[in-house]
C-alpha cells in the first residue's frame, strides 16, 4: 500500500516536502476550526487570513533569492516602515501641495515612489554587500537600525493619516476587493492560466526528450489547480458585506440600493497583487538566465564566478528585487491600515526569513521555492491567527512561532540528510 502511494505522488511529479506543507496547514485549520466552534474556516476569517498574509508572503517570494545566494536581508520589516511612512506623507503633505488635494494621480505617484524606492534603498545595500565585500548580515542589521530611525524623522514620530482613498484600495477591505462578478472572471483567468502553463511545460519537455508525466497525471494536476482557484473563488464570493458598508459599496459597484439587497466580497486586491507576484517570481526563478544564475550562485559561488556569472552585480539584482517586493508590501500594509504611525514592519524581517525557512528554503543556499514561501507565510499567519482567535497571549505566541521555525529548520535539515539533497 505504502509503495503504490509513493508510486502516485511520484507519477504527479509532486514534491513531498510541499505535501508535507500543505499537511501540516490542513492540520493547523482543523485544528483552529475545532477549538474555535467552527469560527475558523469561515469566508469571513479566510478572507482575513488571506489579506494579513499578502504582505508578509510577498516579500517572502523575494527572500528566497536572497537566502538562496547565501545572503540574509534583516532590514525589510524597517524598510517596510521607511517606505510606508515615506510614501504616506507625500500622499498626507506634500503631493496635495504640488498637485493639488484629491487628484486622481497622487495614488498612482505614491505606488511608483514606493517600488522605486524600495529597489534603490535595496541596490545600495547589494553594491556594500557585492562590492564593497561587507558581510550581509552587517549591512541588513545596519539597514534595520538606519530605516527604523530615518521612519522616525520623516513625520517626527507623529501617525499620518487619512491616505488616498483610491490608494486604501490596496489594502483590502470591504471596498478594497474585485466584487461577485469580477472574482469570478479572475478565477476564471486565473485558472486558464494554470492549465496553459501546466501543458507548456508538458509541451517543452516532450519537445527536450524528458520523461513527462502520464496524462491521467497531468489531467488530476489541472483538475487541483482549477478546483483550488475556482473554491477560493466561491469562499470570497459567499462572505456578505457587512449592513453598514453596504450602502457605499452599492454606490461604488453601481448596484441600486433596494431592500433585501446582499452584496458580497469577493477576492481582495492584496490577494491579487500576492499571485501576480507570485506568478512572475515562479517565471523568474524557472524561466530566465537571472533565475539561473540565482541558484547556480547559491549552489557554488566560486563554480558560478569561474563560470563567468557576475556574482557582485547579481547580489546588487538581488537586493534591489528584495527592496522593489519589500516597496509592494508596504503599499500593501499601508493602504490596509489606512494610515502609518512608527509601529508599522516591526518584526516583519523575523515573520519573512521564518516564511521562506518554514517554506522549504535552505540557510546552506542553492535551494528555495516562490510557492513554499508562500505556503510557509501562510502558515505563519494561520498559526497567529489560530492562536488570536483562542485568546493566547501575545508572548505566547511569539514563543510558539519560534520554536515552529526551529522545528522547520531541523525537518529540513533531516529530510536533506536522507534525500541526500
Known sequence: MQSSTKKFFNSLGIDTRLLGMI?????????????????????????????????????????????????????????????????????????????????????IIAVFAAIAMGAALGAMQGWIIGYLTV??????????????????????????????????????????????????????????????????????????????????????????????????????????????????IAEARGVEMVDGLTLYHGVAIPVVILLVVTVGMTIISTRTRFGRYVYATGGNPEAAELSGINTRLLTVKVFALMGALTGISAIIASARLGSVDVGLGTLDELRVIAAAVIGGTALAGGFGTIYGAVIGALIMQSLQSGMASVGVDAPLQSIVVGLVLVFAVWVDIVYRRKTGA
Open 23 to 107: 499537511g501540516a496547514l490542513v492540520v493547523l485549520w482543523i485544528m483552529f476550526d475545532l477549538v474555535t466552534g467552527g469560527r475558523f474556516l469561515t469566508p469571513r476569517n479566510l478572507f482575513n487570513l488571506s489579506v494579513q498574509t499578502a504582505s508578509v508572503a510577498v516579500m517572502a517570494t523575494g527572500m528566497v533569492f536572497v537566502i538562496v545566494t547565501r545572503h540574509i536581508d534583516l532590514s525589510v520589516g524597517s524598510m517596510l516602515g521607511f517606505i510606508g511612512m515615506t510614501v504616506a506623507a507625500l500622499q498626507v503633505k506634500w503631493l496635495p501641495e504640488m498637485v493639488g488635494l484629491g487628484h486622481w494621480s497622487i495614488w
Open 135 to 248: 558581510p550581509a548580515f552587517i549591512v541588513t542589521l545596519g539597514g534595520l537600525l538606519v530605516y527604523r530611525g530615518a521612519m522616525w524623522w520623516v513625520t517626527q514620530g507623529q501617525t499620518v493619516a487619512p491616505l488616498d482613498p483610491t490608494f486604501k484600495l490596496l489594502g483590502g477591505g470591504a471596498d478594497g476587493t474585485l466584487g461577485e462578478t469580477l472574482s469570478w472572471a479572475f478565477g476564471i483567468f486565473a485558472s486558464a492560466a494554470a492549465v496553459v502553463l501546466i501543458l507548456m511545460s508538458r509541451r517543452r519537455k516532450a519537445n527536450h526528450g524528458f520523461v513527462v508525466k502520464p496524462v491521467w497525471a497531468e489531467g488530476i494536476l489541472v483538475a487541483l489547480a482549477v478546483g483550488l482557484v475556482m473554491g477560493y473563488v466561491w469562499i470570497m464570493n459567499s462572505y456578505p458585506i457587512a449592513k453598514g458598508a453596504l450602502p457605499r
